[in-house]
């Protein structure tokens, strides 16, 4: 399986928006409603940010919101903040009880 | 609030066989219908899914690492556990221990990082 495609660098100034792409294929982004976006401040670990394409967990800011078309999803920061400065993961089922994550992108706060 | 925390050797000799161990915290391995992961990240690159089991035994691998990968369960410790053989220094990483329902990983451990060096 190959990982999911992501831009490696994504930039805002505070109080904008920022939007990051998951880019896969029919057999998995564009085939499964199981895409989730991960947050990873450095030496931490990841934090579940979206999941099932649009869904936030508890304590997850709604600045953060999910969406997808085809075989390509996105991640949306509104409000850029300080603290939204992470790399960030997709991951998507990708059938057979398989599963695969994005290459990362790093947003930063300008 | 499910805690879980990585233990077992930071160094690995080539050829060997890498054994983690996850200890499950404030819930039980058990109960419920969360799937027990491990990922691994080497420095400065992204994610990568090794694999998971069901409280049942049931398994599922990565493709690319499935002739080399073992995941168990041990319900009487609250425990899981990930063997990897025949290592290589490609295999040196953080290795995280994680948790969730169907494809979620919602809880993740800290991380340990595991280096493959003579």
């Known amino acids: 399986q190959s990982a999911l495609t992501q831009p490696p660098s994504a930039s805002g100034s505070p109080g904008q928006s920022v939007t990051i792409s998951c880019t896969g294929t029919s057999s998995d982004v564009g085939g499964y409603n199981y895409v989730s976006w991960y947050q990873q401040h450095p030496g931490k670990a990841p934090k579940l940010m979206i999941y099932e394409v649009s869904k936030r967990p508890s304590g997850v800011p709604d600045r953060f919101s999910g969406s997808k078309s085809g075989n390509t999803a996105s991640l949306t920061v509104s409000g850029l903040q300080a603290e939204d400065e992470a790399d960030y993961y997709c991951?998507?089922?990708?059938?057979?009880?398989?599963?695969?994550f994005g290459t990362g992108t790093k947003v930063t706060v300008l | 609030q499910v805690q879980l925390q990585e233990s077992g050797p930071g160094l690995v000799k080539p050829s060997q066989t890498l054994s983690l161990t996850c200890t499950v915290s404030?819930?039980?391995?058990?109960?419920?219908?969360?799937?027990w992961s491990w990922i691994r990240q080497p420095a400065g690159k992204g994610l990568e899914w090794i694999g998971r089991?069901?409280?049942?035994?049931?398994?599922n691998y990565n493709p690319s690492l499935k002739s080399r990968v073992t995941i168990s369960v041990d319900t009487s410790k609250n425990q899981f556990s990930l063997k990897l053989s025949s290592v290589t220094a490609a295999d040196t990483a953080v290795y995280y221990c994680?948790?969730?329902?169907?494809?979620?990983?919602?809880?993740w451990g800290q991380g340990t990082l595991v280096t493959v060096s003579s």
């Open positions: 991951s998507s089922y990708a059938g057979s009880n398989n599963f695969v």
């Open positions: 089991i069901y409280t049942s035994g049931s398994t």
């Open positions: 994680v948790t969730g329902p169907r494809w979620l990983l919602n809880y």
């Open positions: 404030g819930g039980s391995i058990s109960s419920g219908s969360y799937y």
